[in-house]
């Protein structure tokens, strides 16, 4: 029987365990043991397997926004074509214990996937799928934001006092309007999935984040039993929140493998990820901030419409870190969706953070500036001291650290005022933003083996996304087995183990890594009774365990095997403390007097997470948090053709990702924490921390530049010189 | 992808006239993907012996299967001819580079994006469809040249820099011939889909350059990124001066128009007088004048006249007033 190691996080963790511990592999800045494989082709990816007998599915896409689907033609020289009440209009959404909103033959924007067509070729199924006639009953559907009269969901409303008295009693005020675009994920690996039937089971080998989750909405899509479903996912070529739910591909690949009686491929073309995949919905935010006398903030408004499809209950949260971040008596949030008919809206990486606080930072560089305040002491007067409104406790707080450190390390103080340097065509400028990312735990369940020969297992159904996660479970496992980091093998991906939280919402790192740590303690108990000495007193070090003055090689107190699970289940702090991670963002830019062109020459973050697990793969996510959000502040807009809504720029030669010209070389900074309430591990998320403000710290840096404010994301070279004039 | 069938050329008299010439493909296999082309055959040039970078009448003959990486790297291209080097590294990604021929590069199609999708109405793809481009999003499209057909840019990089340079295009086919670049490709009109003038059967065998003329040579290109995108506007621009005064002066513009785009009248202010800030104003006006803009693009015309006036500034060394 395996013994399993249960936690739930009601209180805090001051032991510092891991730190305790001898093998010193974790933090390590190991490479990432799947590297090899990944840049030598031996990855298999979702579409990269070739079971025998598989046939190539493609979606049919509506021509039209809205409507009906009244006929579907043949598709000559393909097996089938098929609709099937189950097939998917819009992905399911992270955590969804449903499956998605099926129903293929009502359209609610353009490019929906109304069917599939199946045939011995990709090419061939793509032909089809691209060539077959549909008949539709069309609609005329809104697909402006503006066109609508917003919704404004009750519980989304906040209000404490009366900000627009503030307003009026303030002594300084900012009343502006951003705009942000439509944003996509964008990930490497377009959606992917292969499905296999044996008898009533089916496999599906997918590109998916979250195993645990995509399994129920994909039993409840299909309509079978969990246990007859399982779902492989070793290796996923990034995410960014687009394979948190289970999408159309999926689904309509175990149809068809089920009716064609063999196996099923149904890829995305780049196109159809643009179309099918979730966007960031696009944001208005207008911000209202007011300042008293001593530079401290009195009234907060944050007022946000966003929009997604009608149907669809995800709306972005882009206030979600406002009600924490700065003090202030008089606070409002107000959020507002447009329903209208542009592709599903849902979670990219740093769902509300990575335009919310962007736009918020950017709103306090203003306020600072007409205040006369440096930016950076603005944001220190104005920390507060709890979390204002629920007067809860912070789990820690370490902003003002985060901008301290970094003006020191950026050398802020050698920043000049708006427009003074100059060099060539080039006018140079220096901003900042405050970072801020909320935190959470999600339940999470992980089994680890110890074997005889010195070699552990770890199990889990964790996806590794490209994040690390095989590197950082077998560097914990290594760590409190006491192992070299190369004896661990790290089995992720697959339903047949423990489920886990899965990658999203930063949780991941955090959630499964309390879990491997959890089993680890288990196996640990159990050498330590055979040692005859209490846990605490076990020393796991190369092989040998320790305990006073007795020393004994592992393989000596092990008979066969010994396996243990850990279960981690969130608790009473996620509700007694507010917890969140912390940063601070530094940039450098240059702009061009007469064409108006950005380069970004210099940027910098400081962040503070808790434990750092793997000093490596930790500044990886930051650098591609803060890649995010260049391309937030210079590039990204996914244009939506005014009249249907429909994605206009499909392909990511359209679509402008930051290419390495864009990216300087990044400095990634880590401010040493332990924070005791989020479980043993005393870790906190990273994955999108590095995103949130990294924008609006280029943005304030092209205002110290210029003197332009580009309220309009993105600040392309046009809305740079209708600023310049001259 | 439509079924088509394979041919290999061995020389320019097997290509056929109902054929669909593939060279690095980089451009066709995108379109055969999206069926926005649908040929029944390709036929495949890149064993034809056009690969060459050789003298040419005091100047220079590029064969048409000359890699753009190779030609960008060429020491005599970098030395009597720079400019066609810059715009060639400003163009596209390494690897695409790598694959991309002189020829395919000139007859690289426009990146409308209503161009590229089926479902949109469109001139240049479907003659008579209708353009969808126009009421919708238009931010690379053209302020010279359109026509209420097609308000479609030619993308490409090269072939600003050739135009610049007044390269002339060979043609190989039933009648040999010669074309000089500047009328090469072809604005839209009534005929949108008709984008140059070469003909079926047709095969571009190479680009002539006449000997060098020297000076100071400039790729000035505007994007919505650092690099691998296209233009927003691109400014190719030979200028010589002797004593002061601007003696030779040859601007070509990208991004802007369905083909490369020079006005001689904007040039001619130019010649023979002294770098100043209202001369290259006067130069814009003239380029100018006949720009129309009606949607996203607008932003193009004063884009345009700021990149021109920047790039003479520079390439005639004068100190900015403004
Ligand atoms: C993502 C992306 C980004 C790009 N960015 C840029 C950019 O920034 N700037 C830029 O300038 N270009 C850019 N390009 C375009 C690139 O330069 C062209 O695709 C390339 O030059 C085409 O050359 P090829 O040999 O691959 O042509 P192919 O794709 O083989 O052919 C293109 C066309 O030319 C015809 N053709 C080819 N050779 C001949 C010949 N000898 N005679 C007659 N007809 C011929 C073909 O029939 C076909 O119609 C980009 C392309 C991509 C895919
Ligand atoms: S602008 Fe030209 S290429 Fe674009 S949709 Fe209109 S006709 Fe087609």
Redesign the pocket.
């Known amino acids: 029987m395996t013994l399993t190691r249960h936690l739930r996080v009601d209180g805090p963790n001051h032991d510092d365990r891991l730190d305790l511990m001898a093998q010193g592999v974790l933090g390590q800045p190991l490479n990432r043991l799947e590297g090899p494989l990944k840049v030598t082709g031996r990855a298999t990816y979702a579409a990269e397997a070739r079971p025998r007998n598989m046939a190539y599915g493609v979606l049919v896409q509506a021509t039209v926004p809205a409507g009906k689907v009244l006929e579907i033609g043949d598709a000559p020289g393909a097996l089938a074509v098929i609709q099937d009440k189950r097939m998917v209009r819009y992905a399911a959404q992270g955590m969804d214990e449903k499956g998605p909103t099926s129903g293929p033959d009502r359209i609610e924007y353009m490019g929906q996937s109304i069917a599939l067509v199946v045939a011995e070729s990709f090419e061939a199924a793509r032909h089809a799928a691209q060539n077959i006639a549909v008949r539709y009953k069309s609609e005329d559907v809104p697909v402006l934001p503006d066109a609508v009269a917003p919704e404004l969901p009750p519980k989304k409303q906040s209000a404490v006092g009366d900000v627009d008295k503030a307003m009026r009693d303030a002594a300084v005020t900012l009343d502006q309007v951003w705009h942000t675009p439509s944003q996509m994920s964008a990930a490497m690996e377009p959606h992917a999935a292969i499905a296999e039937w044996d008898g009533d089971q089916v496999t599906i080998r997918a590109a998916l984040q979250m195993l645990s989750s995509n399994r129920k909405q994909m039993a409840d899509a299909l309509g079978i039993k969990e246990k007859n479903l399982r779902l492989l996912a070793p290796y996923v070529g990034g995410g960014f929140g687009s394979k948190l739910g289970i999408n159309a591909e999926a689904v309509a690949a175990a149809i068809a493998a089920k009716q064609l009686g063999r196996p099923v491929m149904v890829a995305m073309t780049r196109q159809q990820v643009f179309d099918l995949a979730h966007r960031r919905s696009e944001t208005r935010q207008r911000i209202r901030l007011a300042l008293d006398g001593d530079g401290r903030l009195t009234g907060i408004g944050h007022d946000v419409l966003v929009s997604n499809l009608p149907s669809s209950e995800f709306t972005e949260p882009v206030a979600q870190a406002t009600p924490f971040t700065y003090q202030a008596a008089q606070r409002q949030v107000v959020h507002a969706v447009a329903r209208i008919h542009r592709g599903c809206a849902g979670s990219v990486r740093a769902p509300g953070e990575a335009v919310g606080v962007t736009v918020f930072e950017c709103a306090m560089d203003e306020l600072a500036e007409a205040a006369g305040i440096d930016p950076v002491e603005l944001r220190l007067r104005n920390i507060p001291d709890v979390e204002p409104t629920t007067e809860r406790p912070f789990s820690s707080h370490m902003l003002a650290e985060a901008l301290q450190e970094g003006a020191r390390l950026f050398g802020w103080s050698g920043r000049k005022s708006v427009g003074q340097r100059v060099e060539g065509e080039w006018m140079i400028g220096m901003g900042m933003a405050a970072a801020v990312r909320v935190n959470m735990l999600i339940e999470s369940r992980a089994r680890v083996t110890l074997l005889q020969d010195g070699h552990a297992i770890v199990e889990t159904d964790m996806t590794d996304i490209g994040t690390g996660t095989y590197t950082i479970l077998g560097q914990l496992a290594a760590e409190m087995l006491g192992l070299p980091a190369e004896r661990v093998e790290v089995r992720l991906g697959d339903t047949d183990f423990p489920p886990a939280s899965g990658s999203g919402g930063s949780f991941g790192a955090a959630s499964s890594g309390n879990s491997v740590y959890l089993a680890c303690e288990e196996i640990r108990s159990q050498i330590a009774t055979v040692m005859g000495c209490n846990e605490a007193d076990l020393t796991l070090q190369d092989g040998v365990a320790r305990a006073g003055n007795v020393s004994r090689p592992l393989s000596e107190l092990i008979t066969g095997q010994v396996t243990a699970d850990g279960h981690l289940q969130p608790g009473k702090t996620e509700k007694s403390h507010r917890q969140a991670t912390w940063g601070s963002h530094w940039a450098e830019v240059a702009v061009n007097r007469w064409t108006g062109e950005v380069r970004v020459r210099r940027m910098m973050g400081v962040f503070a997470c808790g434990r750092v697990l793997n000093e490596k793969t930790a500044r990886s996510q930051c650098l591609g948090g803060m890649s995010f959000g260049i391309g937030i502040a210079l590039t990204e807009a996914m244009e939506h053709d005014p009249r249907d809504g429909h994605a206009v720029s499909r392909d990511l030669a359209e679509y402008h990702v930051p290419t390495h010209a864009d990216v300087p070389a990044l400095e990634v900074h880590f401010l040493p924490e332990r924070d005791a309430y989020v479980g043993p591990l005393q870790a906190k998320g990273l994955g999108e921390l590095g995103i949130c403000g990294a924008g609006a710290a280029v943005l304030n840096a092209i205002h110290n530049a210029c003197g332009v404010r580009v309220r309009d994301l993105p600040a392309t070279p046009d809305k740079i010189i209708a600023g310049l004039g001259g | 992808m439509r079924e088509f069938t394979y041919l290999r050329a061995n020389s320019v008299a097997d290509v056929p006239a109902g054929a669909t010439i593939i060279a690095g493909g980089t451009n066709l296999l995108d379109l055969m993907k999206l069926e926005v082309m649908a040929p029944d055959a390709l036929v495949d040039i890149t064993r034809l012996d056009l690969n060459r970078i050789e003298p040419h009448e005091g100047g220079l003959r590029i064969g048409a299967l000359v890699r753009n990486s190779d030609l960008a790297a060429d020491p005599v291209v970098r030395r009597d001819y720079p400019v066609l080097s810059r715009a060639l590294l400003a163009g596209a990604s390494g690897q695409l580079r790598n694959m991309a021929t002189t020829g395919g590069n000139l007859m690289q199609r426009?990146r409308?994006p209503?161009?590229y999708d089926r479902r949109?109405a469109?001139?240049?793809?479907d003659p008579g469809t209708g353009?969808?481009?126009?009421g919708g999003v238009t931010r690379h499209?053209a302020i010279l040249g359109a026509s209420d057909?097609?308000?479609?840019t030619y993308p490409g990089d090269m072939a600003v820099a050739l135009l610049a340079l007044d390269a002339v295009v060979q043609i190989d086919g039933p009648a040999p011939r010669e074309v000089p670049l500047a009328d090469f490709h072809l604005l839209p009109g009534e005929t949108?889909h008709v984008e140059t003038v070469l003909k079926p059967g047709e095969v571009i065998t190479g680009v002539t350059l006449p000997a060098p003329v020297g000076g100071e040579q400039r790729y000035r290109k505007v994007r919505d990124r650092a690099s691998y995108a296209f233009a927003l506007v691109s400014i190719a621009a030979v200028i010589r001066m002797e004593q002061g005064q601007i003696s030779h002066a040859a601007l070509a513009f990208g991004g802007v128009a369905a083909k490369p785009w020079r006005d001689g009248d904007a040039e001619a202010v130019l010649l023979g007088r002294e770098p100043s800030d209202a001369l290259f104003a006067q130069a814009a006006d003239i380029l100018l004048k006949p720009a129309r803009a009606f949607g996203d693009h607008a932003f193009k015309i004063p884009l345009l006249r700021r990149t021109l006036m920047a790039t003479l500034r520079d390439a005639t060394g004068l100190e900015a007033t403004a």
């Open positions: 426009t409308c209503y161009f949109m469109c001139n240049k793809r353009c969808a481009a126009q499209h057909r097609c308000i479609a949108p």
